[in-house]
Every structure is written in structure tokens, then in C-alpha cells.
């Protein structure tokens, strides 16, 4: 007796998971038209990346020809976008058809805007570093908040305070590392107060983070306005002056990426530690877990002893210690000096960073990085001269962050309890 099997129904895709593809394809696709758009208007010539360090140091500069590298990144990025319309890109291959599509959008764009001039980038490289350092110090703070069932929306007034106190503090004792403790400090106060009136009396996460970014707003303000109103106020108080670049040995010395990346200041050596800190922690330690816990299903977590507000608590500080030192690095790491709202909606950037990177700290300091690298390509288009009107170009990193955003909503599901108070009972 012979048995016939049947061939296996094939497996139909979720509506929801269709639609969610097809708006993220769209997105791309309106992406890719626009970059073959740009390649058929780029101009003929070359366009030369300059790969020496500041220093002088490295190979010289690469000479690309402008419009047929346009030509071909583009249609690039067009068969990935039409790809993930037709059939969806999933599997581990991609995050690298999407890195893929970035880079291909990019250099097209460069190539449009730098064709027939000298493009730096290693100053590139160097200053997406430095953009993107209070991005990802702030990223993982809202990380650590959201993974915990804390929306931290207070994240901008916590960089301010955390800077204004760096500034004030390093000059008052001439001391960078009291400075960056202030910093700290005055992110954890901010932090405490968001955790008390949202985990003990249950006020609305997203109204309380508006009001606090409002109240550091308000009172850095006005220090600034009563200290550098005094007599030298501004020398007294506010000159801390900013902390020197170390060189790493041997790594410093690797042409074109050993001066630009190895020859950072201690803020930054300490963004990169507390990227792999905080993801040890989480992933990889009891306490991490129970933070996970918490900001998926409390009331389970409280039914295997875990204390739900002391760990909600515990987070909510720990994120606010890590933000205040990013707000550190706009004074004593950058520029020397506090001034009114000189973040400038990065803590607003840091949370959407935190939406893209799916609430994971590796994936929020890749999607910081790539906000960091937009804004650091804004100044060198202004540099360049470019066909843009500046108005634009200083919107750039703004549009492409609600850009970014959008293509990650609905592709993303955020911790189960997140925003949602819990009470014990």
C-alpha cells in the first residue's frame, strides 16, 4: 500500500505584519526614488574624501567619481527598497540589506552635494563621535527607565541640569571630575523626582516628563541669568574649561581611525564602558532580569518576590547618574561653558534613538549614532556650500529623526508595562 503526502499549505502572512512591511517599504521606496533622483542630477566630476587625520597624518585623500557612484548606489538602494515591498527582508540578513540601503542613500547624497570639492571625512567620523556621545549617554538612560516600565521623557531636562551643574561645579572647585559627579548628581535628583510622583503617586509618566523638562529649563535658566549677571560672573562660574583628549596607545596610531576615534576625551571612553555596562547588566545579571521583569508583567514579577517598586526605584536612579554625565559633556567635554538651553532637543533625539534601537542598549547607541552622524553631515554641507538653503539643512537631523521613527513604528513593540503604574495588592 503506497501513501501519498500532500504538498504543505503555504504559510500566509499576517495582515498586520503585511501592512507593517508595506509601510516600512513605501518609506524606503519614496527614499530610494529620491536618491536616484539625486543621481541623475548630480553633477560630472569627482569627489574626493579626504582621509588624513587633523593632524596631517594618514593616506591622503579618495577620489571617487561622483556621478556614476551616484548612479549605481542608487539603483542600489532601489532594489532593496522594491525587495522589501515584494517579499519582505527578514532573517539575519536584514539589518545588513537596511545598513545596505543607509549607506547606499547617504553617499548618493554626498556625492549629489560634495561633486567637485573636497569632502573631510574624518572630520565626519570625528564629529558624529562627539554628537553622538550625549545621544547614546542619554539612550541608555531612557533604556533603562522604559525596560523598567518608566517612560523618561524628562531625559532633555536632565541633560540640561546635568550641564549646567558640570559647568558651574569644575569652575567653582577647578576640578573636572567633581564636575561630572555634579552632573550626576543633578541627573539623579531630576531621576527622583520623576520616580516619586510617578511609582508612589501615580502621576501621569508622560505629563510629569513635559513638566520637568520645563522646571530644568526654567532653573538653569535662572542661575544663568543671576551667576553671569554678578561681577565676572561668567569667570567665577562659568569657564570650567574643557577636559584634554587621551591618546590610546597603540590604537592611536592606526591610520585614519586611531586619531579621530582613539584620541577622545574620558567622557567619551566612559560612554563607550557604560554601553557594554549597561548591556552586561541587563542581559546578563539577576538584577538585570528582574528590571525586564518589572517592565513586562509586574504583577507576575511581585509573585516570585520580586519588589516591584525598589527594582522600578533602582532603575529609574542608575538612568538618571548615566544621563546627567551626558549632560556633563556639552560643558566641561565640548564647549566650555554652560549656556540656556544648549541641548537643544537632543534628550527628545535620545528617546526616539531608544524607540529605533527596539529598546535594546546596542541598538539605541547604533540608532544615536545615526542621528549623531546627520547632524555632524549638516555642518559639513554648510561648510561646503551647498545648493540648500540653511534654514534646511538645520532641520536635516530633525526631519530624518521623525523619518527614522516613523519606519520604526510598528516594527517595534515596546515593554508590555511600560507607562503603566503599578500598585502593589
Wanted: hydrophobic share 55%; proline share 5%; with cysteine.
Amino acid at each position: 500500500m503506497t501513501t501519498t503526502t500532500e504538498p504543505a499549505a503555504p504559510v500566509l502572512e499576517a495582515p498586520e505584519h503585511r501592512r507593517r512591511r508595506l509601510r516600512l517599504g513605501i518609506l524606503l521606496l519614496v527614499l530610494a526614488v529620491g536618491a536616484v533622483a539625486l543621481a541623475v542630477f548630480t553633477k560630472s566630476g569627482n569627489v574626493d574624501f579626504r582621509l588624513s587625520a587633523p593632524d596631517g597624518s594618514g593616506p591622503g585623500d579618495l577620489r571617487v567619481p561622483a556621478k556614476p557612484a551616484a548612479l549605481v548606489l542608487s539603483v542600489i538602494a532601489l532594489a532593496i527598497a522594491v525587495a522589501h515591498v515584494w517579499r519582505g527582508l527578514t532573517g539575519k540578513w536584514a539589518g545588513v540589506a537596511f545598513a545596505l540601503f543607509g549607506f547606499a542613500f547617504v553617499v548618493t547624497f554626498i556625492c549629489w552635494a560634495a561633486s567637485g570639492k573636497l569632502f573631510p571625512l574624518t572630520n565626519q567620523i570625528q564629529g558624529t563621535l562627539a554628537l553622538s556621545t550625549p545621544l547614546i549617554l542619554g539612550a541608555l538612560a531612557g533604556v533603562l527607565c522604559e525596560r523598567a516600565g518608566i517612560i523618561n521623557l524628562a531625559l532633555e531636562g536632565q541633560l540640561l541640569a546635568g550641564a549646567c551643574a558640570a559647568a558651574i561645579v569644575a569652575t567653582v572647585s577647578g576640578s573636572f571630575l567633581v564636575g561630572a559627579v555634579a552632573a550626576m548628581i543633578a541627573g539623579v535628583f531630576l531621576a527622583w523626582l520623576l520616580a516619586v510622583f510617578s511609582i508612589k503617586y501615580l502621576v501621569n509618566q508622560i505629563v510629569l516628563g513635559v513638566l520637568l523638562v520645563v522646571f530644568a529649563t526654567g532653573i538653569t535658566g535662572f542661575l544663568f541669568d543671576q551667576l553671569t549677571g554678578l561681577s565676572d560672573g561668567s569667570a567665577r562660574f562659568n569657564s570650567p574649561g574643557t577636559l584634554q583628549p587621551i591618546a590610546i596607545p597603540v590604537l592611536s596610531s592606526i591610520p585614519i581611525l586611531g586619531p579621530t576615534v582613539f584620541q577622545q576625551t574620558a567622557l567619551v571612553y566612559a560612554m563607550v564602558v557604560l554601553v557594554a555596562v549597561v548591556t552586561l547588566v541587563l542581559y546578563r545579571t539577576r538584577w538585570g532580569l528582574r528590571v525586564r521583569a518589572v517592565g513586562e508583567h509586574p504583577r507576575a514579577a511581585a509573585t516570585v518576590g520580586i519588589n516591584v517598586l525598589r527594582v522600578r526605584y533602582e532603575a529609574v536612579l542608575v538612568a538618571g547618574a548615566i544621563v546627567g554625565l551626558g549632560g556633563a559633556y556639552f560643558t566641561i567635554g565640548s564647549t566650555g561653558g554652560f549656556s540656556k538651553a544648549m541641548t537643544a532637543g537632543n534628550g527628545f533625539i535620545a528617546l526616539a534613538a531608544v524607540i529605533m534601537g527596539r529598546w535594546h542598549p546596542i541598538g539605541a547607541t547604533c540608532a544615536a549614532l545615526f542621528f549623531g552622524f546627520t547632524k555632524a553631515l549638516q555642518g559639513q554641507l554648510q561648510v561646503l556650500a551647498t545648493p540648500i538653503p540653511t534654514e534646511v539643512l538645520q532641520m536635516t537631523p530633525y526631519l530624518l529623526t521623525v523619518i527614522a521613527v516613523a519606519g520604526a513604528v510598528g516594527q517595534v513593540r515596546p515593554p508590555k508595562a511600560d507607562g503603566e503604574p503599578y500598585v502593589p495588592g
